[in-house]
């Protein structure tokens, strides 16, 4: 049986599956707490369901509702009481994963450059200066992982779907011929759009909207992808604009699916794609899709996390 354990509850007992939807929404609309405090309740009840996936999710969250490191792990200790020493040792690592996201390299292939942080939230990498938003996806471990293993050429016109702050689509775009990048997140598409006048780069194509809608009928020697990969349950939802940079669906698989079955429409003849995702969504299920698309398709680089490993997929078209 391949379905989701909530698609099967959704399809079994509707009814009682909308209830509980409501029910989640109302929760989301308290008032009684902000929203730190939520995201730490939140981190201790995942921590009691023994789901290493949401508590990484939280602390993530909790960390920019302005949480403490100190808040995130306390608040999956205080479970040991109650849900024991293996509950709390079995999280305790995803919500260090989640604040400090300390990546341990697992194919190092070169010295990799670091990005620099200064006190105003910008951001400096390998010459790059990017201007952040709380609402916009931060330039993480992913995103450096896609950036250092791009493969470009200089005459390649270039699409990026879920630019974020704009970082891969400047570097791509100091590397060829032009790149079109675009953001579900319209808060997303205009703090890329600042930094591409910041860095000077003129060749840079900005467009809102989801996946491949806002370039119907074109294509592209190279599509570059760093897909929201997180499993997610409605709980664990965001109310911002920033859920769609993390939101994945119950197998994390929702946008990869997506993007997977339209892509070739989009790419020139022996074009390629580039995407990033967890191991948490499958990552051989993404390759095999893409062979059966006619892709030659395969691993290009990783990063292990505690309880996952981040890859970057490269295919390229037969």
Do not use: W
């Not at 029910?23 to 995942?46: C, F, H, P, R, Y």
């Not at 916009?136 to 992913?142: R, S």
Request: hydrophobic share 35%.
């Amino acid at each position: 049986m391949n379905e989701n354990p909530y698609e099967i509850f959704q399809k079994e007992f509707p009814d009682l599956s909308k209830k509980f939807n409501e029910l989640i929404e109302v929760q989301k609309s308290l008032k009684g707490m902000d929203s730190k405090t939520k995201q730490l309740i939140n981190l201790a009840i995942q921590t009691a369901n023994k789901n290493p996936q949401g508590v990484k999710l939280h602390s993530m969250i909790a960390k920019s509702e302005g949480a403490t490191r100190e808040e995130v792990l306390c608040a999956v200790v205080l479970n040991l009481h109650h849900s024991g020493l293996s509950s709390v040792l079995g999280c305790l690592p995803a919500a260090i994963d989640g604040f400090d996201e300390e990546i341990e390299k697992k194919h190092p292939k070169k010295e990799v450059p670091v990005a620099k942080t200064n006190q105003d939230n910008k951001i400096e990498y390998q010459g790059i200066i990017i201007d952040t938003h709380p609402e916009v996806y931060k330039p993480a471990e992913d995103t450096y992982l896609l950036i250092n293993n791009l493969d470009i050429n200089r005459k390649d016109e270039i699409l990026e779907i879920g630019t974020g702050t704009g970082l891969v689509a400047i570097y791509a775009a100091e590397r060829s011929s032009k790149v079109v990048a675009t953001d579900i997140n319209e808060k997303a598409v205009k703090c890329a759009m600042k930094n591409t006048i910041t860095n000077h780069r003129y060749n840079v194509e900005l467009k809102q909207g989801s996946l491949f809608e806002p370039v119907e009928g074109r294509k592209f020697d190279l599509i570059l992808f760093n897909t929201p990969y997180l499993p997610t349950s409605e709980e664990d939802k965001l109310e911002e604009d920033l859920n769609a940079a993390f939101d994945g669906g119950l197998d994390g698989r929702d946008t990869i699916d997506a993007f997977i079955d339209h892509v070739k429409d989009y790419l020139k003849d022996n074009g390629r794609i580039q995407i990033v995702q967890s191991s948490l969504a499958d990552v051989d299920k993404t390759i095999n899709k893409l062979k059966e698309l006619g892709f030659d398709a395969s691993v290009s680089a990783g990063e292990k996390c505690f309880f996952e490993e981040i890859v970057v997929i490269t295919g390229k078209l037969l």
